[in-house]
């Protein structure tokens, strides 16, 4: 398979302007929004992006261009699109930039740049974008003829998708854009993943074969490689208990039974105790990022280790597998058909994840975020797609809410980006039309791209926000009373402004709870309003995440909560 953009014999070709040939590329991708901000270098681009098929989303800061950008990217598998100018504009793409890179979520980046004779002169707007993301792109292009344009196009669409994805960047000379010229034909050639290792299998299937204690430990990269129906299959002829890591949920839905919970540093008990004691460790498409697996060399200490991953280099990286195997994730999990006899491992699980289910029977009568979360997630059903901020509420929501896909739950997993929950649910709405998409966020987090609601309102998506408001930096608070002796150090949020009157003063609705006698009005009215809607959570603002594995410690080493 390969994309060509060869002229007819029989016409000559004409020469096309740099912007325009910007937009052909873009509409011959397949591409339908575009999430950006004009200015002075990248102008061209966008003279030419009218009359164009290309709908643009105007947001209110580029940041939010590249979070929207890269939530379009893992509710589509195609890379999401984000514009900005040169100099400021760029830079404020960054942190988008690195949230994708480190999610491995599919995204091309455009940025302007000053004109080529004006590059190395400290112009105005000028920075060395090119320079400044080499650490966190997948690929780079700084492009210098016109002609080269449809090209750099093809390949930058071409890398960000394909293998491992990720964001790449594209940087456009003012000039480019401007000159004239006709393109030159080109071929991609698609270069298809790994063939599996046939003994590697084969040895993996004894392993599984063998096993009186397996479980599977699933992560991101299932939903990467849209291999959830594998997964399934596998986990479901192998009768082999599952756990999940934060950017895994869905993948296994959260309430089947043999799906133990998530682990990690807040992870279920169940889950955490199930790999401590698991003699068969089967890592599929996660790479134990230590939030994952806390003290590395506890970690499932006694079990040997299958690594299955789509990026050859996660193999071996943190732990040396006993087995190991690249390639395309669905080819390998319909091929391990090993039934290990583990019934009764199974079924203690299963025991102890209810035996360590979570409480919802909070004391007193304000509103416990955990069974907001879980009654909001079971009344928004499977077509709700959520998108969280970072903070308490984050974990709150992968602890309590349900996820029957993974492109339900989107979540900044590696760079952990506060202000990642109202972008996002800008880009999953767009992307996903028919969901019923919900931005959790926290009031620290919310107030970090809260321009955002403008382009809500102009848009008229109609996204739900809920925002928990317990006037703190919540984690950085906990963090401070458990391992910091209570020097409660700059975490105050208590002059918070009006949350409701903000989202009023943007002409969104708006409406405020702090009773929990309210949740249940609250959720239909979020839920039955057509348009966008803010619904004010005030919640305890002593209130804490559990269970809680402490730093440098075992997984299985939980601090819990007491009522």
């Given at each position: 398979?390969?994309?060509?953009?060869?002229?007819?014999?029989?016409?000559?070709?004409?020469?096309?302007?740099?912007?325009?040939?910007?937009?052909?590329?873009?509409e011959r991708e397949g591409v339908k929004h575009v999430f950006g901000y004009p200015g002075g270098a990248i102008m061209p681009v966008y003279d030419a992006l009218t009359g164009s098929s290309l709908k643009h989303i105007l947001v209110r800061h580029?940041?939010?261009?590249?979070?929207?950008?890269?939530?379009?990217?893992?509710?589509?598998?195609?890379?999401?699109?984000?514009?900005?100018?040169?100099?400021?504009?760029?830079?404020?793409?960054?942190?988008?930039?690195?949230?994708?890179?480190?999610?491995?979520?599919?995204?091309?980046?455009?940025?302007?740049?000053?004109?080529?004779?004006?590059?190395?002169?400290?112009?105005?707007?000028?920075?060395?974008?090119?320079?400044?993301?080499?650490?966190?792109?997948?690929?780079?292009?700084?492009?210098?003829?016109?002609?080269?344009?449809?090209?750099?196009?093809?390949?930058?669409?071409?890398?960000?998708?394909?293998?491992?994805?990720?964001?790449?960047?594209?940087?456009?000379?003012?000039?480019?854009?401007?000159?004239?010229?006709?393109?030159?034909?080109?071929?991609?050639?698609?270069?298809?993943?790994?063939?599996?290792?046939?003994?590697?299998?084969?040895?993996?299937?004894?392993?599984?074969?063998?096993?009186?204690?397996?479980?599977?430990?699933?992560?991101?990269?299932?939903?990467?490689?849209?291999?959830?129906?594998?997964?399934?299959?596998?986990?479901?002829?192998?009768?082999?208990?599952?756990?999940?890591?934060?950017?895994?949920?869905?993948?296994?839905?959260?309430?089947?039974?043999?799906?133990?919970?998530?682990?990690?540093?807040?992870?279920?008990?169940?889950?955490?105790?199930?790999?401590?004691?698991?003699?068969?460790?089967?890592?599929?498409?996660?790479?134990?990022?230590?939030?994952?697996?806390?003290?590395?060399?506890?970690?499932?200490?006694?079990?040997?280790?299958?690594?299955?991953?789509?990026?050859?280099?996660?193999?071996?990286?943190?732990?040396?597998?006993?087995?190991?195997?690249?390639?395309?994730?669905?080819?390998?999990?319909?091929?391990?058909?090993?039934?290990?006899?583990?019934?009764?491992?199974?079924?203690q699980c299963r025991a102890q994840k209810l035996m360590w289910a979570p409480r919802y029977d909070a004391p007193g009568r304000g509103i416990y975020a955990p069974a907001l979360l879980k009654q909001l997630s079971e009344a928004a059903g499977d077509?709700?797609?959520?998108?969280?901020?970072?903070?308490?509420?984050?974990?709150?929501?992968?602890?309590?809410?349900?996820?029957?896909?993974?492109?339900?739950?989107?979540?900044?997993?590696?760079?952990?980006?506060?202000?990642?929950?109202?972008?996002?649910?800008?880009?999953?709405?767009?992307?996903?039309?028919?969901?019923?998409?919900?931005?959790?966020?926290?009031?620290?987090?919310?107030?970090?791209?809260?321009?955002?609601?403008?382009?809500?309102?102009?848009?008229?998506?109609?996204?739900?926000?809920?925002?928990?408001?317990?006037?703190?930096?919540?984690?950085?608070?906990?963090?401070?009373?458990?391992?910091?002796?209570?020097?409660?150090?700059?975490?105050?949020?208590?002059?918070?402004?009006?949350?409701?009157?903000?989202?009023?003063?943007?002409?969104?609705?708006?409406?405020?709870?702090?009773?929990?006698?309210?949740?249940?009005?609250?959720?239909?009215?979020?839920?039955?309003?057509?348009?966008?809607?803010?619904?004010?959570?005030?919640?305890?603002?002593?209130?804490?995440?559990?269970?809680?594995?402490?730093?440098?410690?075992?997984?299985?080493?939980?601090?819990?909560?007491?009522?």
């Amino acid at each position: 398979m390969s994309s060509a953009a060869h002229p007819s014999p029989s016409v000559q070709p004409q020469p096309v302007t740099g912007a325009r040939l910007v937009v052909e590329a873009l509409e011959r991708e397949g591409v339908k929004h575009v999430f950006g901000y004009p200015g002075g270098a990248i102008m061209p681009v966008y003279d030419a992006l009218t009359g164009s098929s290309l709908k643009h989303i105007l947001v209110r800061h580029e940041q939010a261009a590249a979070l929207a950008a890269d939530a379009y990217g893992r509710v589509t598998g195609e890379p999401g699109v984000c514009l900005a100018t040169s100099g400021p504009g760029a830079t404020n793409l960054v942190t988008g930039i690195a949230n994708a890179y480190l999610d491995s979520v599919p995204m091309v980046a455009i940025t302007g740049q000053v004109a080529s004779p004006l590059m190395g002169t400290d112009a105005f707007q000028e920075v060395d974008i090119f320079g400044i993301t080499l650490p966190i792109v997948k690929h780079s292009f700084l492009i210098r003829n016109t002609a080269d344009i449809p090209r750099i196009f093809a390949e930058a669409f071409q890398i960000a998708r394909s293998g491992r994805p990720g964001p790449v960047l594209i940087d456009l000379p003012k000039d480019v854009g401007v000159i004239a010229a006709v393109p030159t034909p080109f071929e991609i050639e698609v270069v298809p993943p790994p063939t599996p290792d046939e003994a590697a299998i084969a040895a993996a299937n004894a392993l599984i074969g063998e096993a009186a204690a397996p479980v599977i430990y699933f992560g991101g990269g299932i939903a990467i490689a849209r291999a959830e129906s594998a997964l399934r299959a596998f986990a479901e002829r192998s009768g082999i208990p599952a756990v999940g890591t934060l950017k895994g949920l869905g993948a296994i839905p959260t309430d089947d039974p043999n799906f133990i919970g998530m682990l990690g540093m807040h992870g279920s008990r169940a889950a955490n105790v199930a790999i401590d004691n698991c003699d068969l460790l089967i890592c599929i498409g996660a790479r134990f990022d230590d939030r994952a697996t806390g003290k590395l060399d506890s970690f499932a200490a006694r079990a040997k280790v299958i690594h299955i991953d789509g990026d050859p280099a996660e193999i071996g990286k943190l732990r040396v597998p006993e087995v190991g195997i690249a390639g395309d994730l669905t080819q390998i999990l319909d091929r391990l058909v090993a039934v290990p006899a583990v019934a009764e491992w199974a079924s203690q699980c299963r025991a102890q994840k209810l035996m360590w289910a979570p409480r919802y029977d909070a004391p007193g009568r304000g509103i416990y975020a955990p069974a907001l979360l879980k009654q909001l997630s079971e009344a928004a059903g499977d077509k709700a797609i959520f998108t969280c901020d970072v903070g308490q509420h984050q974990m709150w929501v992968a602890q309590h809410c349900r996820f029957s896909r993974p492109q339900a739950h989107l979540t900044s997993g590696g760079l952990g980006t506060m202000g990642y929950g109202v972008p996002a649910g800008v880009g999953a709405v767009l992307a996903d039309p028919d969901a019923t998409v919900i931005t959790i966020s926290g009031d620290g987090s919310f107030m970090m791209n809260v321009q955002e609601l403008a382009t809500i309102r102009r848009y008229r998506l109609p996204l739900k926000i809920v925002l928990i408001d317990n006037s703190q930096l919540g984690m950085v608070r906990q963090w401070q009373e458990l391992f910091f002796e209570e020097n409660f150090s700059e975490i105050d949020l208590s002059d918070n402004p009006d949350f409701s009157e903000v989202a009023h003063a943007f002409g969104i609705e708006a409406f405020t709870i702090d009773h929990r006698s309210q949740v249940d009005d609250a959720i239909r009215r979020l839920l039955g309003t057509e348009g966008p809607i803010l619904c004010h959570v005030r919640i305890d603002p002593r209130e804490n995440v559990w269970p809680l594995v402490p730093p440098n410690s075992s997984n299985v080493q939980m601090l819990e909560k007491g009522w």
